[in-house]
């Protein structure tokens, strides 16, 4: 399950800028990459919606705890203007493996669904 069209390239930069910290750090630029309607199920199991996961990124006092980092990162376009990303990351010791749904907008590319799932190798 792969594609590298530029729907698939576009979702597959724009969770790379979610995972660098000086993105995460802003509220704007978060905000800049998630669709209004956005919804995630978070490693913890926690369920957020878009102002709840902005707000938690921008108070996060962790992010100098070193970096995220992501592999096996691909994707398909399901349909005209909906992308599905598949990865694994890992951030000091937790791995998760994660999958997101992205949308095309009349502003670009915005993340509409996350989900991520804890897992041990």
């Known amino acids: 399950m792969s594609e590298r069209g530029p729907a698939?390239?576009?979702a597959i930069q724009g969770e790379l800028r979610l995972l660098?910290?000086?993105?995460?750090?802003?509220?704007?630029s978060v905000g800049a990459l998630l669709h209004p309607e956005f919804h995630e199920?978070?490693?913890?199991?926690?369920?957020?919606?878009?102002?709840?996961i902005?707000?938690?990124?921008?108070?996060a006092t962790d992010q100098g705890a070193g970096p995220i980092?992501?592999?096996?990162?691909?994707?398909?376009e399901l349909?005209?203007?909906?992308?599905h990303v598949l990865f694994d990351t890992e951030h000091n010791g937790r791995r998760a493996h994660r999958?997101?749904?992205?949308?095309?907008?009349p502003s670009g590319w915005l993340?509409?669904?996350?989900?991520a799932t804890p897992f041990a190798e």
């Open 41 to 52: 199920f978070g490693a913890s199991g926690r369920h957020w919606d878009r102002a709840s």
């Open 69 to 76: 980092t992501a592999s096996g990162m691909k994707g398909v």
């Open 111 to 115: 993340l509409y669904f996350h989900q």
């Open 8 to 10: 698939v390239a576009a």
């Open 99 to 105: 999958s997101s749904l992205w949308r095309l907008t």
């Open 54 to 59: 902005i707000a938690a990124l921008a108070g």
């Open 20 to 28: 660098d910290p000086e993105v995460r750090a802003s509220p704007e």
């Open 79 to 83: 349909a005209p203007g909906l992308v």
